[in-house]
């Protein structure tokens, strides 16, 4: 069974960089599917931040793309989020997920997810 | 903005069937992955590809498509599926990823 946990520091203070881990069990990363990041503002929609490939190969969403970075950690069987020059507005719950594609990519689901982590941002 | 777009709410009555429906020019060539998120919860996946469900979902959950828009059909609505419910998918490029603004499903 494969399971997601997020870990890093639940404050951040403006201006800084806002760095997490997801940690991963079940399956060794290096071996396909990608791997993606998700945040839920409070009382708001989920946002999908940006996937790396099990080969490393990265997308992200446009809006955040100057401000992230997604790396893999095979060693520690991990992906890591950076994302830099934080604001209030990037408080959230921050979701980890598997990411898998049919055929062509036609379909394309996140499952499982780690249970997220509420990061806030405030001096 | 949401390159997918859903209602905000919707209600139901107890066992009887509810739709959701999500648009977007992107689904005219993807399909729509249906999640269900309750309080305090991490989202699960309801429907994937045309018309898929997870080990364990029940029967009365079904997913459709026509032009573009995909649907979420609950049939025989229950207490507990009182949820918001997101659909996803790739945008129009077909380069990003996608979550619509989410639809917050009341059983009455």
């Known amino acids: 069974q494969v399971q997601l946990q997020e870990s890093g520091p639940g404050l951040v203070k403006p201006s800084e960089t806002l760095s997490l881990n997801c940690a991963v069990s079940g399956y060794s990363i290096s071996r396909g599917y990608s791997w993606g990041w998700i945040r839920q503002p409070p009382g708001k929609g989920l946002e999908w931040i940006g996937n790396i490939f099990h080969n490393g190969g990265t997308f992200y969403r446009p809006s955040l793309k100057s401000r992230i970075t997604i790396s893999l950690d095979t060693s520690k069987n991990q992906f890591s989020l950076s994302l830099t020059s934080v604001t209030a507005a990037d408080t959230a719950v921050y979701y980890c997920?598997?990411?898998?594609?049919?055929?062509?990519?036609?379909?394309?689901?996140?499952?499982?997810w780690g249970q997220g982590t509420l990061v806030i941002v405030s001096s | 903005s949401s390159e997918l777009t859903q209602d905000p709410a919707v209600s139901v009555a107890l066992g009887q069937t509810v739709r959701i429906t999500c648009q977007g020019d992107s689904l005219r060539n993807y399909y729509a992955t249906w999640y269900r998120q309750k309080p305090g919860q991490a989202p699960g996946v309801v429907i994937y590809g045309k018309n898929n469900r997870p080990s364990g979902m029940p029967d009365r959950f079904s997913g459709s498509s026509s032009g573009n828009t995909a649907s979420l059909a609950i049939i025989g609505a229950q207490a507990e599926d009182e949820a918001v419910y997101y659909c996803?998918?790739?945008?129009?490029?077909?380069?990003?990823?996608?979550f619509g603004g989410g639809t917050k499903l009341t059983v009455l």
């Open positions: 996803y998918s790739r945008d129009s490029s077909g380069n990003h990823l996608v």
């Open positions: 997920a598997r990411h898998s594609q049919g055929v062509r990519g036609v379909s394309n689901w996140f499952d499982p």
